[in-house]
């Protein structure tokens, strides 16, 4: 299968991807690293691994839907059969969703649908909650909304500081995507095979 990883800057979640595969653990391909950001560190990550990169600023396009066809067309040259977005800092058009519904996946540092939005991390340090996580779930229309695939609770103990939660948190969603995906790709092969 055909992966393409959406990334806007430091690509962790990318190298835990690129790492189980290496190892064997998912049977796929990071086909394409889009990335909208040309400082982003994941740019580098991709070419130290080999991976073609489709890298495009926003900025240029009148809306988000020009912007999407774009890279719609990179993912059809490339047979893409799945999308996992890990830190792409930006939504997606609703056509975009509606095209590649359900084969979208993305990854929130929080057990949603608690703390949505860029800053759920820090959000759920200051709110006094005793627990907050990690979610990996199919992206719809909405912000940080859909079909959870994944979930994964990270207690926040008295003495965590805000660094030392995202440290814990960063330390589960490495395993906890390259796990959703291997998922997802185990499905998609069941479901060929029963066809
Ligand atoms: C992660 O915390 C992820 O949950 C969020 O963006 C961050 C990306 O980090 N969506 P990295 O670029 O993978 O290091």
Do not use: W
Not at 74 to 82: A, D, G, S, T
């Amino acid at each position: 299968m055909n992966i393409a990883v959406f990334v806007s800057g430091n690509g962790t979640n990318l190298q835990a991807i690129i790492d189980a595969i290496s190892r064997g653990e998912i049977n796929a391909k990071v086909s394409l690293v889009v990335c909208n950001n040309e400082a982003a560190y994941a740019l580098t990550r991709a070419k130290k691994a080999g991976i073609e990169t489709f890298v495009k600023s926003h900025k240029g396009f009148k809306t988000r839907a020009d912007y999407d066809r774009e890279i719609t067309k990179e993912l059809k040259k490339r047979n893409i059969e799945l999308v996992v977005l890990a830190g792409f800092m930006r939504l997606l058009s609703p056509n975009f969703v509606k095209k590649y519904r359900n084969k979208i996946i993305n990854i929130h540092p929080s057990l949603l649908p608690a703390f949505k939005g860029t800053h759920a991390i820090k959000d759920a340090f200051e709110s006094g909650e005793k627990t907050t996580g990690v979610t990996v779930h199919f992206v719809d229309e909405e912000l940080d909304h859909g079909p959870i695939i994944l979930q994964e609770k990270v207690n926040i103990e008295k003495n965590d500081t805000l660094e030392t939660l995202e440290e814990k948190i960063h330390k589960v969603e490495h395993k906890l995507y390259p796990k959703a995906i291997k998922l997802f790709v185990r499905r998609q092969s069941d479901n060929v095979n029963e066809d």
